[in-house]
């Protein structure tokens, strides 16, 4: 049986009778059976150096088809501050993070994927800024080790689309690899949109924010699990969420058909009154053409809003969570 977001606020408040840990690391899991061994032991060790045992790491499960929960409840014996959640199906990463940060209660929460592509060694150094005072610090991908040129070149695009349409500045060629405070981290789980696009969400959010630049390595194990489809996916997300730009282009390409119609019209009525015969097919084909794509554009990106405006108000829960494990030290 699943749990909606209020039993995952209830099993939280159950933990707070334990002091709250400095650091949450939340690892949103699919697929990664391979890379968790290793994962784990970097992440503790690099938690260690910067914190002592003052932190938990939670381990999300989104419906991976390995065995990648076995491997977490595993984990969950072997290491007395790791906490794993088990969802009901693939939600997504993004929501898989969602969940994740639904149950940290760190002062401090950091978020890392469990493939080793952003270095867990990197806390140290996001520490060191959050002390400065900001209230975010993201990593920033200086290079990107044995990724194909196609996506290297559709996320430059696609980043820079997003600069120039956004109504927040996203910062280009991030992840969501970042370590936030705490303040950041309740108010992005006051935030309760479906479809999310967190690095958009906590760029809205604003307080101070800084970059680390480091060089992405290549994948531990595995294949990734977002697709072609899922990355395009989040990209709509990311253009839908944080911008009316395509509805202002829909309202634009209206007034240019209308202006391109009044015009053949006036020339229509012209050659009527002056006596000239028109040929007609061409002009009327051009204007078929044109009318009928502008409006299945039209329709297209007003339907997008309006079926994001459908799912916001079902009010279905973002996520739901077959169960939780956690170590013997703490039941």
Known sequence: MGML????AAHASLRSGRNTPALSVIVPCYDEQECLPVFMQRMTTAAEAAVGSDFEIILVNDGSRDGTWPCIVAMTERYCNVLGVNLSRNHGHQLAVTAGLS?????????????LQDPPELLAEMRDLLAQGYDVVYGRRRSRAHESQFKIVTAELFYRLLGRLAEVEIPADTGDFRLMSRRIANQLNAMPEH????????AWLGGRQTELLYDRDPRYAGQTGYSLAKMLRLAINGLIGFSVAPLNFAVLLALLGAAIGATVLVYALIAF???QVLPGWTSLAMM???FG????VCLGIVGAYL?????EVKQRPLFLIDEIATSRSQK
């Not at 479809?195 to 906590?202: K, P, Q």
């Not at 794509?293 to 299945?296: D, E, I, P, V």
Request: aromatic content about 12%; hydrophobic content about 50%; overall charge negative.
């Open 293 to 296: 794509t502008g409006q299945f």
């Open 5 to 8: 977001p209020e039993d995952v």
């Open 103 to 115: 149950l940290a209660q760190g002062n401090e929460v950091m978020i890392i994927d469990a493939d």
């Open 288 to 290: 078929i053409v044109f």
């Open 307 to 311: 079926g994001r405006t459908y799912m």
């Open 195 to 202: 479809d999310r696009f967190l690095r958009g969400m906590v």
């Open 273 to 275: 009154f002056m006596g």
